[in-house]
T-cell receptor, first 113, second 115 residues
Framework: GNSVTQMEGPVTLSEEAFLTINCTYT??????LFWYVQYPGEGLQLLLKATKADDKGSNKGFEATYRKETTSFHLEKGSVQVSDSAVYFC????????????FGAGTILRVKS | GAGVSQSPSNKVTEKGKDVELRCDPI?????LYWYRQRLGQGLEFLIY????????KSGLPSDRFSAERTGESVSTLTIQRTQQEDSAVYLC?????????????FGPGTRLTVL
């Protein structure tokens, strides 16, 4: 079945550090891939997405590339800010296993000033 | 425009009681989803409504859980005879057509605590 595995947190970084949060998935076919973010006290919101292999999603300085060969969708940002502190969820969406998002467990990011 | 809204924002109940959670999706969105987020875990799918099609109930954890949707508007998730393991944040999401790759817009959630 489908599953999403993302690196365990919490991840603690200093401001302006480089961020990588790993995400790998298992699925047959070509699911759509997403990163959602949950800021403290707020609801879940879409950060970026990619719907086909080799696509790169980007938003707010974050990027992730859909790598079919490694079944990965790692999230990166070149220089994090304190305001990036949040929980980040990797997710996939595939009709093959039902029309729903399948989420990873989430990774807590803490950025120190 | 208005986003997805949910009520109540918090619900504390005693074990064995029934609870109803409400979701108002974005107007015009045909697809509506319920997810559950237990402490320290990712979101797990519960149920999905798409237009007038039969709902996908494959994620409901037991027959104590049920949900209804009125046309393409409000949805209610009902949990009967609540148990402590039902404590979680219940999230509702809607999307325009329910297509793969389409964005799901999430509500703020209802935090359910079963004592």
């Amino acid at each position: 079945g489908n599953s999403v595995t993302q690196m365990e947190g919490p991840v603690t970084l200093s401001e302006e550090a480089f961020l990588t949060i790993n995400c790998t998935y298992t699925a047959t076919g070509y699911p759509s891939l997403f990163w959602y973010v949950q800021y403290p006290g707020e609801g879940l919101q879409l950060l970026l997405k990619a719907t086909k292999a080799d696509d790169k999603g980007s938003n707010k300085g974050f990027e992730a590339t859909y790598r079919k060969e490694t079944t990965s969708f790692h999230l990166e940002k070149g220089s994090v800010q304190v305001s990036d502190s949040a929980v980040y969820f990797c997710a996939l969406h595939s009709m093959e296993y039902g029309n729903k998002l399948v989420f990873g467990a989430g990774t807590i990011l803490r950025v120190k000033s | 425009g208005a986003g997805v809204s949910q009520s109540p924002s918090n619900k504390v109940t005693e074990k064995g009681k029934d609870v109803e959670l409400r979701c108002d999706p974005i107007s015009g969105h045909t697809a509506l989803y319920w997810y559950r987020q237990r402490l320290g875990q990712g979101l797990e799918f519960l149920i999905y409504f798409q237009g007038n099609s039969a709902p996908d109930k494959s994620g409901l954890p037991s027959d104590r859980f049920s949900a209804e949707r009125t046309g393409e508007s409000v949805s209610t998730l009902t949990i009967q005879r609540t148990q402590q393991e039902d404590s979680a944040v219940y999230l509702c999401a809607s999307s325009l057509y329910g297509r793969v790759g389409g964005e799901q817009f999430f509500g703020p959630g209802t935090r359910l605590t079963v004592l």
